[in-house]
């Protein structure tokens, strides 16, 4: 049910960053009838033509769903705009492709939605609410979190100006403004990391045909070990691919010659689709981007700040769930409020609840590149997925594989690592288990051979006594 807050009582909330998680903040916040101010550092991106940033096209699935579908927002998003992706479709090195489903009873999915139609979209849907309002090219300098004030930069003509709110929400991203204000607060814990590993994206256009080049309802990986190669479908029948490389190797791919023996050592099945001239025009145009996972505790200020997304944990991007637990911060969020009605209880608890469960997506999520890179491409991995999903089918509601409890369900990050922790405990057990049975058969017959030998030697060495 929808709750409206009583004129007389309406908040004053400052959304700091009109990306994907501030814009859907505002949404939420719009719906309880609060005053919503939205400040975005960028120009109004619906009227630009270049945007600037990251990853071209995002997999949105279950936690992001569930909370754009209560802002009314999924049928739009998921059903009209995404592409469906059931599972890996992994490419050897000699060209031939095997999948790996995400769920072995093909019932679910994740979809591959552009970044930049996703924020218009918001964008667009907050902007019917009477009670918000958007300040682009609004460059937020400093800010009193607990008195509420701000100052912001307008980046058309430099002017100065200054704001106050009853709320202020940090959504500006991982290089957060409104975060590097939460330093100078007491018990205030935060750390970065880098990992050694960069990005760089190029495009597969469409085939001939004008229809996708690959399969389309797969996420594409080339996994190579040390590094990988990805690729995601787009509406207009192209592929943003990614490629994953130390940033030394990056460093090393210094010339179209170089890059194209690269290439046709690594992925030789993709030079075709990609094309060599769009492919050394993409890699040459860009430097390689960096990734950093980020750490902090508490989100909260009081009763008037909190950051949300990747504000409060940006994470390397390897289990697809940045956006999807910032979109998941904004559905907790507005339970939280509602539930408590008095700020600073919800917004420690928010702290509370949300910290540990992102700081295991962010592990999590470090994780998996090297089963990305690396272990798909391993028998025991393979293995182990098999018994994995064996379980799932015999004991859906007991053993839910990892990959899927973090994609497909609501369960607590935090919980979806521990319940590994259990299965691989489990398996390890009952691998020693089998161990210590097969041992004990073995000496068992080894006992019964050596015993049924004795009693032919004694046979043999004496006849009449067994005649
Ligand atoms: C290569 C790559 C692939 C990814 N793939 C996926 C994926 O498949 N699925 C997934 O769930 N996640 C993915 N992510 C993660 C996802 O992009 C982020 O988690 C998500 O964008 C976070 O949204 P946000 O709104 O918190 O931050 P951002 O998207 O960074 O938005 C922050 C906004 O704040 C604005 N801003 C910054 N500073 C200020 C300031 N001082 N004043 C005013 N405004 C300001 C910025 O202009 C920006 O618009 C990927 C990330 C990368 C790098």
């Known amino acids: ?27 939420y916040f719009a719906k309880r009838s609060q005053n919503v101010d939205l400040y975005e550092y960028r120009e109004d991106i619906r009227a630009s033509k270049h945007v600037r940033g990251r990853s071209i096209n995002l997999s949105l699935s279950a936690r992001g769903i569930r909370a754009l579908k209560e802002v009314g927002l999924d049928d739009q998003l998921v059903n009209h705009h995404g592409i469906p992706m059931k599972g890996r479709m992994i490419h050897n090195l000699n060209g031939s492709q095997r999948p790996i489903l995400y769920d072995p009873r093909s019932l679910q999915c994740i979809y591959s939605v552009s970044r930049r139609y996703l924020n218009e979209v918001l964008l667009t849907a907050i902007e019917k609410n009477f009670n918000v309002n958007l300040h682009f090219s609004h460059r937020l300098i400093s800010a009193n979190l607990q008195e509420g004030s701000m100052t912001f930069q307008l980046t058309d003509t430099n002017e100065t100006v200054h704001k106050k709110a009853d ?15 939460f330093m100078k607060q007491p018990m205030f814990n935060f750390s970065q990391t880098y990992i050694e590993h960069g990005y760089v994206e190029l495009c597969m ?3 001939q045909d ?4 690959m399969k ?12 990988m190669m990805i690729a995601l479908p787009n509406q207009d029948r192209s592929w943003t691919i990614t490629l994953f490389m130390p940033l030394s190797d990056f460093e090393a791919l210094d010339s179209p010659t170089r890059l194209l023996k690269f290439f046709s050592q690594h992925f030789p099945d993709s030079i075709p689709l990609i094309g060599k001239h769009q492919l050394v025009t993409d890699f040459f145009s860009t430097k390689p981007s960096t990734l950093l996972s980020i750490k902090c505790s508490p989100y909260h200020v009081g009763g008037s700040a909190l950051i949300i997304g990747d504000a409060a944990h940006a994470m390397v991007p390897f289990y697809g769930q940045g956006m999807n637990a910032g979109f998941e911060d904004c559905r907790l969020l507005d339970q939280l409020i509602l539930k408590y009605e008095d700020m600073p209880v919800a917004l420690k ?24 890179r690396d ?11 098999k018994v994995d999903n064996l379980l799932f089918w015999l004991l859906p509601n007991i053993w839910v594989p990892l990959y899927l409890s ?29 161990g210590v049975l097969a041992t004990a058969m073995c000496a068992v017959g080894f006992f019964q051979w050596c015993k049924a030998s004795f009693d032919v030697d004694a046979e043999v060495s004496n006849p009449v006594q067994t005649a």
């Open 167 to 181: 709320l202020i929400i940090g959504a500006d991203g991982a290089f957060s403004t409104v975060r590097r204000h």
């Open 210 to 213: 004008g229809e996708f080049a």
């Open 375 to 385: 272990l798909v491409n391993r028998r025991s991995f393979l293995l182990r997925k």
């Open 406 to 434: 973090v994609t497909f369900t609501d369960i607590g990050y935090r919980e979806c690592m521990e319940n590994k922790f259990w299965q691989d405990k489990v398996i390890r057990q009952a691998v020693l288990a089998l």
């Open 1 to 27: 049910m929808e709750t409206e807050a009583d004129p007389g009582k309406r908040l004053k909330v400052a959304i700091i960053g009109g990306g994907l998680v501030g814009s859907l903040s505002a949404c």
């Open 216 to 227: 389309p309802n797969y996420l594409h990986v080339w996994p190579r070990g040390n590094f």
């Open 349 to 372: 608890e928010f702290s509370a609840v949300r910290n540990r469960d992102a700081e295991a997506i962010c592990d999590l999520a470090m994780y998996n590149y090297l089963e990305m």
């Open 205 to 207: 256009p469409p085939g």
